[in-house]
């Protein structure tokens, strides 16, 4: 087997409009840029596969609290991403 084709690859989720606005508008677009590019990829993702509107704007508060509070990722510890007070 190549090596190449052996290495697991995600799909690229695009940046819906109303989550850059979201974080245009609550200040959090350089929070979420810090973020390595596989969560960044992931919470697009989780947020536009919601099917109801509701859903994904809950998903998308979690997100802008998460990149707020800094120190969690889907609720769970992430201590890179903690922030200095």
Same mark, same amino acid.
């Given at each position: ?23 245009? =508008?609550?200040?959090? +677009? *350089? ?7 596989? !969560?960044?990829?992931?919470? $697009?993702?989780?947020? =536009?596969?919601?099917? +109801? *509107? ?7 508060? !979690?997100?802008?609290?998460? $990149? ?6 889907? +609720? ?10």
């Amino acid at each position: 087997m190549n090596r190449s084709s052996s290495k697991l690859k995600r799909k690229i989720n695009p940046m819906p409009e109303f989550i850059e606005k979201a974080l245009d =508008d609550t200040g959090l +677009k *350089k929070d979420y840029l810090e973020r390595p590019a596989y !969560q960044r990829n992931d919470y $697009l993702g989780w947020i =536009d596969r919601a099917k +109801k *509107k509701e859903t994904k704007q809950k998903r998308l508060n !979690q997100m802008l609290h998460e $990149l707020k509070a800094g120190g969690v990722y889907m +609720k769970m510890k992430h201590s890179a991403s903690t922030k200095q007070k």
